[in-house]
T-cell receptor
Framework: DVKVTQSSRYLVKRTGEKVFLECVQD?????MFWYRQDPGLGLRLIYFSYDVKMKEKGDIPEGYSVSREKKERFSLILESASTNQTSMYLCASSLSGVDNEQFFGPGTRLTVL | RKEVEQDPGPFNVPEGATVAFNCTYSNSASQSFFWYRQDCRKEPKLLMSVYSSGNEDGRFTAQLNRASQYISLLIRDSKLSDSATYLCVVNGDTGRRALTFGSGTRLQVQP
């Protein structure tokens, strides 16, 4: 059974804190993605990676950075959390190429106070 | 204009009804189209791909209209378990290796 796991289901942080969200997949997928999902706005792509140490900006990369040191792990970093980064964060992975099915993790609900 | 637009709904239908959703996309060069399903408080999962000639999977039929730049999803004989949000997904930018998700259409099937 394919699996994408995220380090936390719920997270509460304070403004200005550095926040790490971790995502691990066990399917040997080349592609990994970070999205945020907000009511009325749907899923918006923050960053994605198509190989180890490779990354590309998505639609809303400002305020975020990512790290992919190993194929199975993709980390999202909020350098200095702000209240407008309160959201549901979803990680996904897929085989290489753009048309392959994306498998999502359960999501992390982040609240920044 | 958003790359992918959907009516947010909700669509409230009785069990057994047929319901259809449309989704429009802005990039005429888009090549790949999908429908994902997201249950309440769950992650999205692929429902079906959408092929140029249209395709069917059981009670679900997907169609693509390139001339008018929309895709549709038809659900026949709705079940209570079909209640979910349906996300339209497009490869909107051929220079980018990522898909663009619509904000979803919510379906509520009532007994």
């Amino acid at each position: 059974d394919v699996k994408v796991t995220q380090s936390s289901r719920y997270l509460v942080k304070r403004t200005g804190e550095k926040v790490f969200l971790e995502c691990v997949q066990d399917m040997d997928h080349e592609n990994m993605f970070w999205y945020r999902q907000d009511p009325g706005l749907g899923l918006r792509l923050i960053y994605f990676s198509y190989d180890v140490k490779m990354k590309e900006k998505g639609d809303i990369p400002e305020g975020y950075s990512v790290s992919r040191e190993k194929k199975e792990r993709f980390s999202l970093i909020l350098e200095s959390a702000s209240t407008n980064q309160t959201s549901m964060y979803l990680c996904a992975s897929s085989l290489s190429g753009v048309d392959n099915e994306q498998f999502f993790g359960p999501g992390t609900r982040l609240t920044v106070l | 204009r958003k790359e992918v637009e959907q009516d947010p709904g909700p669509f409230n239908v009785p069990e057994g009804a047929t319901v259809a959703f449309n989704c429009t996309y802005s990039n005429s060069a888009s090549q790949s189209f999908f429908w994902y399903r997201q249950d309440c408080r769950k992650e999205p999962k692929l429902l079906m791909s959408v092929y140029s000639s249209g395709n069917e999977d059981g009670r679900f039929t997907a169609q693509l209209n390139r001339a008018s730049q929309y895709i549709s999803l038809l659900i026949r004989d709705s079940k209570l378990s079909d209640s979910a949000t349906y996300l339209c997904v497009v490869n909107g930018d051929t220079g980018r290796r990522a898909l663009t998700f619509g904000s979803g259409t919510r379906l509520q099937v009532q007994p």
